[in-house]
């Protein structure tokens, strides 16, 4: 007789390392990219004088908030996308008997 009080998944859970490891790495390379892009037409120092002009942010520092803050926006998609693929017998409901 079949046990049905134990749900039935399609596939075990991935490892947290790997499913930490899909959404950071990434999003790492498309900060990289979005980076190299962005800061070939803007100045970080002209772009501190248009926002914080009381703030002294060197040119290097420049380049490391805007690499984090598009770190940060990439990584939220990809979470957010990793979100939306989870399979849904996890949640809704076991898969039926075989």
Do not use: C
Request: aromatic share 18%; hydrophobic share 50%; proline share 10%.
């Amino acid at each position: 007789m079949t046990d049905f009080t134990q749900p039935r998944f399609d596939h075990e859970p991935r490892p947290l390392a790997q499913r930490i490891g899909a959404i950071l790495w990434p999003s790492f390379f498309a900060a990289g990219v979005a980076t190299m892009v962005f800061f070939a037409f803007v100045d970080p120092l002209a772009l501190r004088d248009m926002t914080f002009p009381q703030i002294n942010i060197s040119r290097g520092l420049g380049y490391s908030i805007g690499f984090f803050m598009f770190w940060l926006a990439t990584a939220s998609a990809s979470f957010f996308t990793w979100i939306l693929l989870r399979p849904a017998s996890r949640f809704n409901k076991p898969l039926p008997p075989e």
